[in-house]
């Protein structure tokens, strides 16, 4: 019922920055909390910081100071701004959506690979 696209993905220095963006298209009003979640080679799935409809945010330890989740409901679109990126930080991005029911995310986009070179 709800499609995800994430974009913006890419190579970058340590220390350097990149935004990415989640395009929702489907019946989006049935998943209005949406979050961004990571995958590094070797490690689990984890989560990274969310975002409702309504404003309410929840960020991780390790994101907090230095990304920033943001969204355009007119657009559908969740964006990721991630600054003072580090090696670490170098996996594979997803982007999520689920109701407010659900403690699971029901919806998942392809991922996108943000690579930190040091």
């Known amino acids: 019922q709800v499609q995800l696209v994430e974009y913006g993905g890419g190579l970058v220095q340590a220390g350097g920055s990149l935004r990415l963006s989640c395009a929702a298209s489907?019946?989006?009003?049935?998943?209005?909390?949406m979050a961004w979640f990571r995958q590094a080679p070797g490690r689990e799935r984890e989560f990274v910081v969310s975002?409702?409809?309504?404003?309410?945010?929840r960020y991780t330890d390790s994101a907090k100071g230095r990304f920033t989740i943001s969204r355009d409901n007119a657009k559908n679109t969740a964006y990721l701004q991630m600054n003072s990126l580090k090696p670490e930080d170098t996996a594979v991005y997803y982007c999520?959506?689920?109701?407010?029911?659900?403690?699971?995310?029901?919806?998942w986009g392809q991922g996108t690979q943000v690579t930190v070179s040091s």
């Open positions: 999520a959506a689920r109701s407010y029911a659900k403690t699971e995310y029901e919806y």
């Open positions: 489907g019946r989006t009003s049935s998943a209005p909390v």
């Open positions: 975002m409702s409809s309504n404003g309410f945010t």
